[in-house]
T-cell receptor, first 116, second 112 residues
């Protein structure tokens, strides 16, 4: 599973509260990604990082911010959660460190977020 | 913008039959095409991928074909088994470390 963990795995929160999801990896992968998964939409990229302090927006970045202050952690923050952000959030990594191609992505176990 | 269309959205086959899932992409610069399998409540798992310099790739009962001219690629599963039942996603990417654009998913059901 490429050494990826996500925390928390489940969270219920209320509209307007801040929420931070954590993705942690242990194998020094350079690239990290945050996706959300909703029925009928597949997986959609929120933000991604190509190194420490280097991040860029994906296709559904509004309402989300990210930070990567060290290689192993990529944080996703919802500054003020809304019901439309109820979803399953997956972290992914690429560049597995084995000399393989950098475009193959491997996913973490996911976080189910419910915003009431 | 970049888009990947996937069909069908649901597919039901009898055990032992073949299943085919098709995807069309819009960005002609796309050069990497992975397929993921996702079982209920689990993470997406990479099952096979193909790069633009190859027209076909096989791995046991699974094969992927790519037609760059038509900008479509397909997943073929032969001799389907009940454990093949899952949601399958195609995706496309244009550069290393960059964005994967996913299709909407196909729910495959293999009936014993």
């Amino acid at each position: 599973d490429a050494g990826i963990t996500q925390s928390p795995r489940h969270k219920v929160t209320e509209t307007g509260t801040p929420v931070t999801l954590r993705c942690h990896q242990t194998e020094n992968h350079r690239y990290m990604y945050w996706y959300r998964q909703d029925p009928g939409h597949g997986l959609r990229l929120i933000h991604y990082s190509y190194g420490v302090k280097d991040t860029d927006k994906g296709e559904v970045s509004d309402g989300y911010s990210v930070s990567r202050s060290k290689t192993e952690d990529f944080l996703l923050t919802l500054e003020s959660a809304t019901s439309s952000q109820t979803s399953v959030y997956f972290c992914a990594i690429s560049d597995p460190g084995s000399g393989g191609p950098t475009d193959t992505q491997y996913f973490g176990p996911g976080t189910r977020l419910t915003v009431l | 913008g970049e888009n990947v269309e996937q069909h069908p959205s649901t597919l039901s086959v009898q055990e032992g039959d073949s299943a085919v899932i098709k995807c069309t992409y819009s960005d002609s610069a796309s050069n990497y095409f992975p397929w993921y399998k996702q079982e209920l409540g689990k993470r997406p798992q990479l099952i096979i991928d193909i790069r633009s310099n190859v027209g076909e790739k096989k791995d046991q009962r699974i094969a992927v074909t790519l037609n760059k001219t038509a900008k479509h690629f397909s997943l073929h599963i032969t001799e389907t088994q009940p454990e093949d039942s899952a949601v399958y996603f195609c995706a496309a990417s244009r550069n290393q470390g960059g964005k994967l654009i996913f299709g909407q998913g196909t729910e495959l059901s293999v009936k014993p």
